[in-house]
């Protein structure tokens, strides 16, 4: 079922803000820090979906903190199978267990670092919709990807990768992270109508692939280098559904500025 505006005719998407914390917060008392003040700032925001991710031994910690808060906790990989002898993996039966939501699939650094390959993305996708979980999948091309003008094919080849053997009707509970290699960790992320542009072509390759009803419905956020300075005109664009932060959102007020100015922008639409 599509589902719209009443007023607009537009399709409804919720949005968006949530931040992965990679491997910069270490510790308990870290986390605490940072979770208690991002839970406190946010707390009048309610027409917004928001999620946190950190590190794995500290997911349980972290789900205490926002077990009563309008915010989700999820986590930065999964085991490609859900139970048995893989020394050093998380199955996704555990990451149900401690209440995620939504577990990050795919990211840059785990496709550079640690051998991540489509085939793994694909079968972690499907464990976790098996288990309930929100695959948060991450695509985006490289650098040199996008300088040979083939960034496009890159992306539409994660994708396809990704849904391959999916049911229909899980597709759009997936979430798609469209995270340019190219704008991880600099000091300007990519430019909006750069992002717009590549998420409607997201859009058409499901809708060509799928169903056109699927690529309405499913959620593409965008990541890589996201600032405030950014947000608006990035949450401004039709077809960006959100946003994924990393190192800006590290400092509590900047997480809740960025959700503040997504949250606005909600109320001015439907205010309108
Ligand atoms: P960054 O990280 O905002 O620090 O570039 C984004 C990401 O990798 O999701």
């Known amino acids: 079922m599509l589902l719209l505006n009443h007023e607009s005719g537009v399709p409804m ?3 968006i803000v949530g931040s992965s914390w990679k491997m910069h917060v270490n510790t308990k008392s870290d986390v605490t820090d940072l979770a208690v003040a991002i839970r406190e700032g946010v707390k009048s925001i309610r ?3 928001m ?13 205490y903190i926002l077990a009563d808060s309008q915010i989700a906790w999820g986590a930065q990989n999964v085991a490609f199978a859900d139970y048995g002898a893989y020394t050093g993996e998380v199955s996704a039966a555990t990451l149900a267990d401690f209440g995620c939501t939504y577990v990050e699939i795919g990211h840059a650094e785990r496709r550079t670092y ?6 793994s993305v694909n079968k972690k996708v499907r464990i976790c919709l098996e288990y309930g979980l929100t695959p948060l999948v991450c695509i985006g091309e490289t650098k040199s990807e996008k300088d040979d003008f083939v960034g496009k094919i890159r992306v539409k080849s994660q994708l396809l990768w990704a849904i391959d053997c999916v049911k229909k009707e899980d597709i759009s509970k997936i979430v798609f992270a469209y995270e340019p290699v190219w704008a991880i960790g600099q000091s300007e ?3 909006a109508d750069y992002v717009e542009d590549m998420h409607k072509y997201i859009r058409k390759v499901l809708s060509d692939e799928v169903s056109d009803e699927v690529a309405q419905n499913v959620r593409i ?3 890589g280098s996201v600032k405030l300075e950014s947000a608006n005109d990035l949450i401004n664009k039709e077809n960006v559904d959100g946003l994924f932060t990393g190192r800006f959102a590290l ?3 900047n997480y809740i500025a960025i959700a503040q100015c997504v949250s606005d922008y909600c109320k001015e639409k439907e205010g309108k």
Do not use: C, M, V
């Open 51 to 63: 999620f946190l991710i950190p590190t794995f031994p500290l997911i349980e910690h972290l789900s």
């Open 221 to 223: 956020i965008y990541g």
């Open 189 to 191: 992320g990519a430019d």
């Open 13 to 15: 998407r919720k949005k």
């Open 47 to 49: 027409n917004i979906d």
């Open 251 to 253: 400092q509590a007020s």
């Open 114 to 119: 640690f051998n991540e390959t489509d085939h």
